[in-house]
């Protein structure tokens, strides 16, 4: 059974940082894009990051590169989202996903129906 859990969520003020972490089980990565995508109350939720574990291509929104950097520990089948200089608008709920990557990554890597397997979400509130 494939399962998704992300962990390393919590509080903090901003310029702090976080470390999340999403471990598959069921699955391994090398076949597989991880995308990190969040959602806060009243809103869609938006693409955050992407790897590709196959060939360790990233992917990031605007609004995080130079601040967020993904990446993909195979031998321990998690991938990471290392979140620096956190904002209060990078308070969300993180959701962790997976997708066969077979598609065009670099266009299609914030394409939320692509996502085959979902994590439950951790909690990311950034205080001012």
């Known amino acids: 059974e494939v399962h998704l859990v992300e962990s390393g969520g919590g509080s903090v003020q901003a310029g702090g940082s976080l470390r999340l972490s999403c471990a598959a089980s069921g699955f391994t990565l090398d076949d597989y894009a991880i995308g990190w995508f969040r959602q806060s109350p009243g809103k869609e939720r938006e693409g955050v990051s992407c790897?590709?574990?196959?060939?360790?291509?990233?992917y990031y929104a605007d609004s995080v590169k130079g601040r967020f950097t993904i990446s993909s520990d195979n031998a321990k089948n998690t991938v990471y989202l290392q979140m620096n200089s956190l904002k209060p608008e990078d308070t969300a709920v993180y959701f962790c996903?997976?997708?066969?990557?077979?598609?065009?990554?670099?266009?299609?890597?914030?394409?939320?129906?692509?996502?085959?397997?979902w994590g439950q979400g951790t909690q990311v509130t950034v205080s001012s």
């Open positions: 996903a997976a997708q066969p990557g077979s598609v065009n990554l670099p266009i299609m890597w914030r394409a939320l129906f692509l996502y085959n397997y």
């Open positions: 790897i590709s574990s196959s060939d360790g291509s990233t």
